[in-house]
């Protein structure tokens, strides 16, 4: 029962925990004051409870699609919030940082970190619970606890190891991870979707299960961190593209549609210098 | 010219969205799969090829279950006492495990597709 705990908890707080890592590491470059995190915990936490408690009922919803929709829903926010939030770093000056813009940015993170928390939350509670009136759940509590600790040390490992490079090449970083994050979630939510039927299953692109095997600790690490999928469906890949689209094009795109009022600002402040 | 080609992109987008969804009105054959003491019964039973497969599993125990499966793309937790519904396939030939996450060491199936 130990082994199981420690993998399952650990299976569901890798993607939070990664996640966390990644706008804490941005949040640092943007000088924020890091107080979404609590929040978000805290108030992911008591949602995915409810949710955990109302879940036989949230189940029974669009004839027993209740359960992915609702999750398809979460994972499509945490994707445009990802995108959002790119979005606003690339037009925050690091030196000069806009007081709003950062503002919205802990916004941002507030919402992606309560949507990964609430998703990732109520499985657990729900796992938990089956035990807890059981002789094991002191071992299950255990083994939790150990794989949670596990999920939150890589979650930190990556953070470190973020704001341990010098600034372009952390911005690239974060970059990379978010647009991979919002396109493994988007693709994640077209799965949803076919599981209730709601969108068509069509074959494989490819089947790399004999390289990579999804059960595999490597495979398992990559499906936390890129979104890994040994087979995964035609739609499934083109929401992983769109969603890293949208992340790389909110990133680029102040460059080519600057700020208006930055533009009317900056001659003046070029004259004072 | 930008806000034409958005509105293009969004149309298509729309338009693939569509055609994705548009087939859902084929009824598929019901498979019934039950939980019993973390166990699944049937624990193997086979399936016709290249066919849209609806799975009603009924968790008959007061625990949740979580009915999961990586060769299927598969996973939903199935609150104690109650049922959920699962689409597969169409699949090609070839044996499809799956398992109870909250209890991987008993509830274990696989589907054969022929």
Known sequence: MLPNAVILILQETLEAALLIGVLLAVSTRVHDSKRWLPIALISGGCVAAILANQMGIISEWFDYAGQELLNALFQTIICLTIALAVWLTA???????????VAAFSHCAIVIIFCAVVREGQ???LYLS???YTENFQ??????ALGFSIGASIGILLFYSLVDHAGRERRAACLVLLALFAGNM????????????WLTQSP??????????????????????????????????????????????ANFMPRYYPDKKKQQVQPVRGNDA | MNRLIIKRILFYFGLLLAIA??????????????????????????????TKIKLLIINNDPTPEEFESYELNREKVIIGNSKAVIFIGPLSPGTYPFFGEFYPKTAQGKILVN
């Open chain 1, 186 to 197: 988007l693709s994640q939510s077209t799965l949803l979707l076919m599981q209730i039927d």
């Open chain 1, 91 to 101: 037009t925050i000056d690091p030196l000069n940082p806009q007081p709003g813009k």
């Open chain 1, 123 to 125: 499985e657990i509670i």
């Open chain 2, 21 to 50: 969804v548009s087939p859902i009105s084929q009824a598929a054959p019901i498979i019934k799969i039950e939980i019993k003491d973390h166990l699944f019964y049937p624990s193997e039973f086979s399936v016709p090829a290249n």
């Open chain 1, 204 to 249: 494989p692109i490819w089947n790399s299960s004999t390289l990579v095997a999804e059960t595999s600790i490597f495979g398992q690490l990559l499906y936390a961190l890129v979104g890994y999928e040994a087979t995964p469906s035609p739609i499934q890949a083109a929401a992983y593209i769109l969603g890293v689209t949208l992340v790389t094009g």
């Open chain 1, 139 to 144: 071992k299950v509590l255990t083994g939790g």
């Open chain 1, 130 to 132: 089956g035990f807890m």
